[in-house]
């Protein structure tokens, strides 16, 4: 009933930057939360960034100062700009989205993930 896409991964440089995408389709009644997390290889998925209806934001301390987090409520997007990338951010990035729909109830739902590597 809700679909949730990720756009904008990809192959960057240590210190370049990436902006990802995520959009929320289907039959939503209301958004709450938007978050991205993150999974490397051999670790648990991490929350990066969420941002409440609104308009509340929380940032890991590993992405302070380097990540901005945002969303367009017209459109039920959240983007998540990342600048000064290093090694340690290359990682899977997953959208989820607290989506509520009339008559079944409010949960998060997850996109299938868009790969970000940083490399040389």
């Known amino acids: 009933q809700v679909q949730v896409v990720e756009s904008g991964g990809g192959l960057v440089q240590p210190g370049g930057s990436l902006r990802l995408s995520c959009a929320a389709s289907g039959s939503i009644f209301s958004i709450n939360n938007m978050a991205w997390y993150r999974q490397a290889p051999g670790k648990q998925r991490e929350l990066v960034a969420s941002?409440?209806?609104?308009?509340?934001?929380y940032y890991a301390d590993s992405a302070k100062g380097r990540f901005t987090i945002s969303r367009d409520n017209a459109k039920n997007t959240v983007s998540l700009q990342m600048n000064s990338l290093k090694p340690e951010d290359t990682a899977v990035y997953y959208c989820?989205?607290?989506?509520?729909?009339?008559?079944?109830?409010?949960?998060?739902?997850w996109g299938q993930g868009t790969q970000v590597t940083v490399s040389s």
């Open positions: 989820n989205v607290d989506a509520r729909v009339l008559l079944v109830g409010s949960r998060g739902y």
């Open positions: 941002i409440t209806g609104g308009g509340g934001i």
